[in-house]
């Protein structure tokens, strides 16, 4: 039982990435879903969660520059990242709130 995660990769500051985190049907259907980053020497920050029903959660430093969504059909939850800035390079993990994660995408923001 795995979440796997997709979308990372190296953009220009001002740039946008969309990541996405397919998860087992069964563990999708009935949990909130989030996605967390850690940038070294740093601790583990929630980004953003969203419940089965849609209602969304922001960390501060979003500041509207993520949404999170989810694909009920396909079992799949997004975070779409606009507007990146360097201080937003992290590990970026996908999460079922019930205590299952991804192994992590790296997220660079660099020119």
Not at 4 to 29: D, H, K, T, W, Y
Not at 80 to 100: F, H, I, R, V, W
């Amino acid at each position: 039982v795995q979440l796997v995660e997709s979308g990372g990769g190296l953009v220009q500051p001002g740039g946008s990435l969309r990541l996405s985190c397919v998860a087992p049907s069964n563990i999708f259907s009935s949990n909130g879903m989030g996605w967390y980053r850690q940038a070294p020497g740093k601790a583990r920050e929630l980004v953003a969660t969203i419940n089965p029903i849609g209602i969304t959660y922001y960390g501060d430093f979003v500041k509207g520059r993520f949404t999170i969504s989810r694909d009920n059909a396909k079992n799949t939850v997004h975070l779409q990242m606009n507007s990146l800035k360097p201080e937003d390079t992290a590990m970026y993990y996908c999460a079922a709130l019930s205590g299952l994660w991804g192994q992590g995408i790296q997220v660079t923001v660099s020119s």
